[in-house]
């Protein structure tokens, strides 16, 4: 016994469209496409965040580089400028110690304000 023909005879009938399901199916694209979006920003986020960590410690190394050539350039400065080699650089010159008779002071009465030196009073003219 057979319940259903060979061949069903519905070619006149047309398939209605249902306007709910185009709606759903342009919700759920909509929904897709801003989904994908927030991913793509995530991950665009994600990738500056390494980049500008890359970039940081680049900085970072290099701040320490120089920071620890201006420590070995203060130490050669006060190296250089120590008395024992200012000593040494002016008897290479041929320079010499000055002596007590070279070696004047500022009258009592005029004391060595700001801008003066001492032995200055004894290098201006006399009068």
């Known amino acids: 016994m057979r319940r259903l023909p060979q061949q069903y005879p519905n070619p006149h009938v047309r398939r209605q469209r249902d306007p709910r ?6 919700i759920l694209l909509v929904g897709c496409l801003v989904l994908a979006c927030g991913f793509i920003y995530a991950v665009r986020q994600q990738i500056l ?9 680049a900085l970072r190394r ?7 050539e201006q420590r070995k350039l203060k130490l050669a400065l006060e ?6 080699k200012l000593e040494e650089a002016g008897r290479e010159l041929g320079m010499q110690p000055a002596r007590a008779a070279q070696i004047e002071t500022a009258p009592r009465g005029q004391g060595a304000g700001p801008g003066m030196f001492v032995g200055a009073a004894a290098a201006a003219p006399r009068r």
């Open 21 to 26: 399901a185009a709606r759903r199916q342009a």
């Open 49 to 57: 965040a390494v980049d500008y960590g890359y970039k940081t410690e």
């Open 62 to 68: 290099e701040r320490e580089a120089l920071l620890d």
């Open 79 to 84: 190296e250089s400028s120590s008395p024992a």
